[in-house]
């Protein structure tokens, strides 16, 4: 695995690598400097982008790997290599939204809990039982690191239809957000 930089920019939708399955993370790529560097850097672009979650696949990096800030008194955390061990048979529905997809919102029916095993930012193996809202943000950001996006999910869009067809249709529509993206 090369070097990575300091993530600069989120991809917008419909930039291919949003839809492409990421690649493990190897132990030993945890530790190194420039990967410590590379999860600050995506923590930063997050909270520039007012979000609570970010995945690598956001930041054009094909890893398996999110930073997740629910401001929810959980706190920062970084998971790599995570996958769902077990998940609630009941489900909520919430709108949703996408820092890859601005302005298109709409309600996605998920898990209420979910039950994760991944690697932490120092390779430590770490299991974590997540409820309501961050069970739902996790969920959202593993969906990216299968190429699956929350418009994939959504039961109907309710804002931005409109801004959605035109990415559908190829065109790139005005979009106004505050933090740097590219296409």
């Not at 109907?156 to 409109?162: C, L, S």
Request: aromatic fraction near 8%.
């Amino acid at each position: 695995m090369n070097e990575l930089q300091s993530p600069t920019t989120v991809l917008l939708y419909p930039n291919e690598l949003l839809r492409r399955p990421t690649e493990l993370i190897p132990r030993d790529v945890i530790k190194t400097k420039w990967f410590q560097s590379f999860i600050d850097g995506m923590f930063d672009l997050m909270y520039t982008a007012d979000g609570v979650g970010l995945a690598a696949p956001q930041v054009s990096q094909l890893l398996r790997m999110t930073v997740i800030d629910a401001q929810d008194g959980t706190g920062k955390m970084v998971l790599i290599n995570p996958r769902i061990t077990a998940r609630s048979y009941r489900n909520d529905s919430m709108t949703e939204g996408c820092l890859s997809i601005p302005g298109v919102y709409g309600p996605v029916k998920r898990s209420r809990f979910v039950t994760i095993e991944y690697l932490d930012r120092d390779g430590q193996q770490q299991v974590l039982k997540a409820p309501h809202f961050l069970s739902r943000v996790i969920q959202h950001e593993l969906d990216h690191l299968d190429g699956v996006l929350f418009t994939d999910k959504a039961q109907k869009i309710t804002h931005g239809q409109d801004t959605l067809d035109l990415w559908n249709a190829g065109e790139q529509p005005m979009v106004t957000v505050a933090y740097p993206y590219t296409y």
